[in-house]
């Protein structure tokens, strides 16, 4: 068993789709034709057991005698008996006396002998009981089907009531051989007609199979060739109103393409734009770098001062190189990872430990901050990182001397400096990757920081936007979803 259906789930879909529907077909129409033979085969046996019944009209016994003149057992012709008929001698029926030891004296007109059974004594047993009849399934002595009707038999003088007639019943039976013969007409006609019709299931079956799975082996050609060209550019077509499953898998499959092409524009964009980030700090360590030892092979000192400012390069690139690979790692990390770290996060907290890094790298500039409670759900390190970079921004492009204004209300932060500003046209563009203002590319930084806050307050289920301010300067707004107040901790004894 184990293996015919380890053998069924090798075939192709649409092989196993023909034989289910055929196997399906074969049981409703083995199930309708033995239905139908039974039914018939009991309407048969009902009309030859009224045949049989009808032989019971009382008649008088001279009209019958002859047919039963060779039994000694038979009732004296001066009386009458309630078991025969008229037409006995013309239907070619079993006729014969049944005494109770089971010997049988069968009349001179009948077609043969029919065998005795337990019924038949059962009858004659009974007979003073119950006056019963029995109809049964019998051979005759050529082992041909008969059906027998065994009855007691009654007799009666002219002027006396109805009497049994001791330890002897009367046997009628008819042949089953037309009737056996209609029966096996009908059960190979239902067997052609199912043949056909599960053969025609099969056929309809795999036609079905082959219209309904056509789309399917479009789509499976469809993945075939991106397997096998990594062209991510195919659609499969669907009609516009088609609600079906395959249609639904189709558009599933060109949503999936979709993606995945955008996924590689961007991984491309990535790495043509971190390469392109790269070679400058590469370039300038390079360069800076051949200058030391240049003047280490020659022996041709260079100046303190000169020497001083080469290190500082190279420690300033070196410093550029390790934040734009953070920041290339930050954007690298799957949803799984972050999903694992999100957690109900006290965006007060977060602001205050970025508040204290950007005063580090800005002692110039005054920070006016203004924070109400807040709680949201997010990754700690990631919004913190966010508010860091919107800060640096900030610090950045502040004159020296100025003033950064943070607030935080109702889960909005806004963080405003007074510098120059960003430029309406490139308003746009200001959270694309490795996107710079031209304003801003001789100052540090690799253009992600911005890419950055965009994805993690999104992930966050939040919003950010850049704009002017009023007077001048730029006001990066930030609005987070709030989330239950964490319960205090117990402290511990």
């Known amino acids: 068993m184990n293996r015919v259906v380890r053998r069924f789930r090798t075939l ?57 003149s060779s039994c000694p057992q038979a009732p004296q012709t001066d009386r009458t008996y309630r078991a025969g008929t008229n037409d006995l001698g013309t239907r070619n029926a079993y006729i014969q006396l ?18 005795v059974t337990g019924a038949d004594k059962e009858v004659i047993k009974n007979a003073s009981l119950t006056g019963e009849s029995i109809i049964r399934n019998g051979t005759d ?28 019943a009367l046997s009628i039976a008819v042949s089953l051989k037309g009737t056996q013969s209609t029966l096996n007409d009908l059960a190979l006609i239902l067997l052609l007609v199912s043949g056909v019709g599960v053969l025609g299931a099969g056929a309809a079956g795999l036609a079905v199979a082959r219209a309904g799975l056509r789309p399917v082996d479009k789509l499976t050609e469809a993945v075939e060739h991106v ?97 734009l690979i953070g920041d290339l790692q ?49 990754e700690p390190a990631a919004l913190e ?15 020296e001397g100025g003033t950064v204004e943070v ?11 007074h510098g120059p500003g960003i430029p309406a046209e490139e308003l746009p563009y200001v959270f694309d990757r490795f996107w710079r203002s031209p304003g801003a590319r001789a100052l540090p930084g690799s253009g992600l920081g911005l890419s950055i806050v965009a994805r993690t307050v999104q992930q966050a289920g939040g919003e950010v936007a850049l704009g002017h301010a009023e007077g001048g300067g730029t006001v990066a707004t930030v609005r987070l979803p709030g989330a239950p107040t964490p319960p205090p901790e117990t402290p511990t004894p």
């Open 12 to 68: 192709s879909i649409r092989a196993r789709l023909s034989m289910l529907v055929a196997a399906a077909v074969a049981f409703a129409v083995a199930a309708v034709s033995v239905t139908c033979w039974f039914i018939v085969q009991g309407k048969l046996y009902d009309q030859v057991d009224a045949d049989l019944k009808g032989m019971q009209q009382p008649q008088r016994y001279d009209q019958v005698v002859g047919l039963l």
């Open 98 to 115: 049944v005494k109770s030891n089971g010997k049988a004296c069968v009349s001179a007109t009948s077609a043969g002998t029919v065998k």
């Open 141 to 168: 002595s050529d082992g041909q089907a008969v059906r027998v009707l065994t009855m007691p038999l009654l007799v009666q003088g002219p002027n006396s009531p109805p009497q049994m007639y001791p330890a002897t």
């Open 227 to 323: 397997a096998r060209t990594e062209d991510l550019g195919i659609r499969i077509p669907v009609e516009e109103d088609a609600e079906d499953e395959v249609a639904r898998l189709s558009r599933s499959f060109n949503s999936m393409a979709s993606s995945l092409a955008n996924s590689r524009e961007l991984q491309q964009q990535l790495i043509a734009d971190a390469g392109h980030e790269l070679r400058t700090p590469l370039t300038s360590l390079r360069t800076n770098i051949e200058l030391l030892t240049r003047s280490e092979e020659t022996g041709r000192p260079i100046p303190e001062a000169d020497r001083k400012a080469l290190l500082a390069s190279v420690k300033a690139q070196m410093t550029e190189l390790a934040a």
């Open 330 to 378: 930050e954007l690298s990390r799957s949803e799984g990872q972050r999903g694992e770290r999100v957690q109900v996060v006290s965006l007060e907290d977060t602001v205050q430990s970025a508040l204290r890094r950007a005063r580090l790298r800005g002692p110039e500039l005054t920070i006016d901050a203004s924070l109400e409670p807040w709680y949201t759900r997010g």
């Open 385 to 399: 990182r966010a508010v860091v970079n919107i800060l640096d921004n900030a610090v950045k492009f502040s004159p």
């Open 407 to 417: 607030r935080l209300s109702g889960g909005v932060l806004t963080v405003r400096d």
